[in-house]
């Protein structure tokens, strides 16, 4: 199994940005998928989290600037992030909590992609 992150890059305060992310391989169910980041010198912070029957969960420093998003039938999980600003900047991680055939559950994490903020 492997996640796929993709969409980050440099932004203007105050500008948008869409991060995605895709599951693949030997998948049997996929669980809740979310977002974290990781700014230098700081903890690794859950930022979004959705459910597989589509509830969210925000953190309260995103709420009302980033949506999350999924497709179940494309295994692929969004963020929108809107009205960026300065530290919003970090590494952003996607993450599934993943069933493979043969029933064993792992969490399954992306490999990053970084957000920058600056004008």
Same mark, same amino acid.
């Given at each position: 199994?492997?996640?796929?992150?993709? /969409?980050? @890059?440099?932004?203007? *305060?105050? /500008?948008? &940005?869409? &991060?995605?992310? #895709?599951?693949? %391989?030997?998948?049997?169910?996929? +669980?809740?998928?979310? =977002?974290?980041?990781?700014? !230098? @010198?700081?903890?690794?912070?859950?930022?979004?989290?959705?459910? *597989?029957? +589509?509830? *969210?969960?925000?953190?309260?420093?995103?709420?009302?600037?980033?949506? $999350?998003?999924?497709?179940?039938?494309?295994?692929?999980?969004?963020?929108?992030?809107?009205?960026?600003? *300065?530290?919003? #900047? #970090?590494?952003?991680?996607?993450?599934? /909590? $993943? $069933?493979? !055939? /043969?029933?064993?559950?792992?969490? +399954? =994490?992306?490999? %990053?992609?970084?957000?920058?903020?600056?004008?």
């Amino acid at each position: 199994v492997q996640l796929q992150a993709s /969409g980050g @890059g440099l932004v203007h *305060p105050g /500008g948008s &940005l869409r &991060l995605s992310c #895709a599951a693949s %391989g030997n998948i049997r169910t996929i +669980y809740d998928m979310g =977002w974290f980041r990781q700014a !230098p @010198g700081k903890q690794r912070e859950l930022v979004a989290r959705i459910t *597989p029957s +589509y509830s *969210p969960f925000y953190a309260n420093s995103v709420k009302g600037r980033f949506t $999350i998003s999924r497709d179940n039938a494309k295994n692929t999980v969004f963020l929108q992030m809107d009205s960026l600003k *300065p530290e919003d #900047a #970090a590494v952003y991680y996607c993450n599934a /909590g $993943i $069933i493979v !055939p /043969g029933g064993t559950f792992s969490t +399954y =994490w992306g490999q %990053g992609t970084q957000v920058t903020v600056s004008s």
